[in-house]
């Protein structure tokens, strides 16, 4: 075997020609820092504190470390790396969220930023900006994720973007003039990129800039209430910057060198780009990722509540199968409903069964390895997910001890206490029937030559022994399915012993009137899963329901 010394170039040089998408974002900081020589790389996220963290926030910060993971093999960790996750809370409370306490009292905050305006949930923390800020450190350190937690307040309050914002304030009229042609005329007649604080209200001001003076460090406008002049200093909070000019002020005053947004903000990265190189920055590399669709197809939105939720996600499945969704085809956009879940669930287990018997350059394409920032754990899963609901679908099991029972004959040694991941993996899959497969349960009534065949298989299965295996009760069920309307007259489906071929027709009907399901796994897999007696009765109880 290979020392570990050896195996460093080997996965570098792999990694280097590697097509797996993180290598290619991380090839492009590895150019940049050809062009750019820095001893430190700033990975960013952002994150909007006026709602709470969502399924998205995980999106952006899961496919960032993956990056910043397959940079970091690419430079043998030769430099250090920083993931900053930034807290947009100086934005002004535009409306007050439909999904909130005290609305009423948060009613009277409006146009305030979010860390001015109190907490309406308890009194635990000083602002509502600071109790999601909370939220969303609590969300990613669930996850486990490793990272810089940053607050656009305390930023601006502190003084850390005093000198990038003065820098802007030099260069006003050229950021005015990137600006503008970007805006309707009517907005563009009275926009500033400054927003001053109102000293009297405490209110984001969105008021044109009657002067400004570099020199000084000031700018000038015109209170909205008394109409009197003010003249305020741009540093220490006492103003912020609108989001696109923000957005390229911070990637400056940071150095931040990537950093991901929306295929719907391709336009902003644009612009905000443009405005950092006036800056004299260069902006950071990135990728724009294709939004969520729900299951009609609609961008996910976070006002209509359409799609599934990260709460959602995690009841019926683990954190790991909603990363395989988040890495896989990230320029893609894919469908964010119940129905994806399943699939998601059993192709993380594929992959982390193929990553033992694949080598080092095949590793390298496994989701599983970038999941895992390249040490993904043993597989453990005895039984596919897609066949645990159909266990409890057959079972109508109310609880966890019902399965195992099945479990506990099926696979003998395997408990609880030996696979905890596998544990949650049961509550998963009755989580997951209650709440989406039940109410979609139809039985359809077999036609008379299915129920002949089903007849047949109730014969067929009656004469096997108790321990039958799982391939020799497939054996069955295919001989039986040997007849009009199964066969295969299309000559595509091949047998190992040259016998005709089986279609799916047969497998599907086996499952709509068997268990009121469109489709299922492998059927003698789940036969010998639940029981050749129980299978039987629920054969018999089919024919008695349409007979």
């Not at 991380?26 to 996220?45: G, N, S, Y």
């Not at 909370?134 to 005093?162: I, K, N, V």
């Amino acid at each position: 075997m290979s020392t570990p010394e050896a195996q460093v170039p080997a996965l570098r040089e792999i990694a280097e020609n590697s097509n797996a998408w993180p290598f290619q974002e991380a090839r492009k900081i590895v150019v940049r820092l050809k062009k750019h020589r820095k001893d430190e790389v700033v990975f960013e996220t952002g994150y909007g504190p006026s709602g709470l963290p969502h399924i998205g926030t995980f999106g952006e910060v899961a496919r960032t470390t993956m990056v910043r993971h397959a940079f970091r093999v690419l430079t043998e960790d030769r430099i250090k790396t920083r993931l900053i996750a930034f807290s947009d809370d100086m934005d002004g409370l535009r409306k007050v969220p439909d999904n909130v306490p005290n609305r009423e009292m948060m009613a009277q905050h409006l146009g305030k930023p979010l860390t001015r305006v109190p907490d309406p949930f308890s009194n635990e923390y000083p602002s509502f900006g600071a109790a999601n800020n909370a939220r969303l450190r609590a969300f990613l350190d669930q996850f486990g994720f490793e990272y810089e937690f940053l607050s656009s307040t305390e930023c601006y309050t502190s003084g850390r973007f005093d000198a990038t914002l003065l820098r802007v304030l030099e260069r006003f009229d050229t950021v005015m003039n990137i600006m503008l042609p970007s805006l309707r005329e009517e907005r563009a007649q009275t926009y500033s990129p400054f927003l001053p604080i109102s000293p009297r209200t405490g209110i984001v001001l969105q008021v044109p800039i009657l002067a400004h003076d570099a020199g000084a460090g000031t700018i000038t406008y015109e209170d909205p209430d008394s109409k009197e002049r003010v003249t305020t200093l741009i540093t220490g909070g006492r103003a912020k910057l609108q989001w696109k000019p923000d957005w390229a002020m911070r990637w400056l005053a940071l150095g931040v060198d990537y950093e991901m947004a929306g295929k719907d903000l391709i336009d902003s990265v644009k612009l905000s780009g443009e405005l950092c190189r006036a800056l004299g920055g260069t902006p950071p590399e990135g990728f724009n990722y294709e939004l969520f669709l729900d299951e009609k197809g609609q961008k996910i939105s976070k006002s209509k509540g359409n799609g599934l939720t990260i709460d959602e996600w995690l009841r019926y499945a683990s954190p790991e199968s909603l990363s395989l969704f988040m890495y896989r085809e990230p320029r893609a956009a894919k469908r964010l409903y119940f129905d994806v879940i399943p699939r998601h669930v059993d192709e993380y287990q594929q992959f982390l069964e193929a990553y033992e018997r694949q080598d080092l350059r095949q590793q390298l394409s496994n989701p599983v390895w970038h999941i895992h920032a390249g040490s993904p754990p043993k597989p453990d899963m005895p039984i596919s997910f897609s066949m645990l609901l159909t266990l409890v679908a057959s079972s109508n099991a109310e609880n966890a001890e019902t399965l195992w029972g099945f479990i506990g004959r099926y696979r003998p040694g395997v408990t609880p206490q030996t696979h905890p991941k596998f544990d949650a993996l049961v509550r998963y899959a009755i989580h997951y029937f209650r709440d989406f497969v039940l109410p979609q349960k139809r039985f359809r009534e077999p036609s008379e030559s299915e129920r002949a065949a089903l007849l047949d298989l109730r014969e067929a299965l009656a004469q096997l022994p108790a321990d039958a295996s799982a391939e020799d009760i497939q054996q069955v069920v295919y001989e039986v399915g040997r007849r009009e309307p199964f066969l295969d007259k299309t000559g595509k489906i091949k047998t190992k012993d040259g016998k005709p071929g089986v279609a799916l027709d047969w497998f599907n009907m086996l499952y709509q009137v068997l268990l009121g399901q469109e489709k299922g796994p492998r059927y003698g897999s789940f036969v010998a899963l639940y029981g050749l007696n129980n299978t039987i009765d629920m054969i018999d109880g089919a024919l008695a329901r349409s007979a």
